[in-house]
């Protein structure tokens, strides 16, 4: 198993900045990809971003190409995501989530963090 716990959301305005962390632990971290997703009211998880095991591959979602960075912290057992230049659609709640770097990096993810919330006020 694998538990996975978010922290960082809150409130900002729009243009501002908000980097959210997410620490992994039971399992080890290296072996593991992992990715961002987001819940916005009354619709379904999309996918944001995600990276591989060694942090040297990473793809984003077209919405938030250019604006957000994944990155991953091994040695702390941490991922990253820094987002900029947010916007009033980019409030949802923001899950981690992590899978086995046996599967692919695109591919439905195991484990799932409990959320955390992220507002962008106009």
């Known amino acids: 198993q694998v538990q996975l716990a978010e922290s960082g959301g809150g409130l900002v305005q729009t243009g501002g900045s908000l980097r959210l962390s997410c620490a992994a632990s039971?399992?080890?971290?290296?072996?593991?990809?992992m990715g961002w997703f987001r819940q916005a009211p009354g619709k379904e998880r999309e996918f944001v971003a995600v990276?591989?095991?060694?942090?040297?591959?990473?793809k984003y979602s077209d919405s938030v190409k250019g604006r957000f960075t994944i990155s991953r912290d091994n040695a702390k057992n941490t991922v990253y995501l820094q987002m900029s230049s947010l916007k009033p659609e980019d409030t949802a709640v923001y899950y981690c989530?992590?899978?086995?770097?046996?599967?692919?990096?695109?591919?439905?993810?195991?484990?799932w963090g409990q959320g955390t919330q992220v507002t962008v006020s106009s």
């Open positions: 990276i591989n095991w060694s942090g040297g591959t990473t």
């Open positions: 989530a992590g899978r086995h770097s046996l599967y692919p990096l695109i591919s439905n993810y195991e484990y």
């Open positions: 039971g399992r080890t971290f290296s072996d593991y990809n």
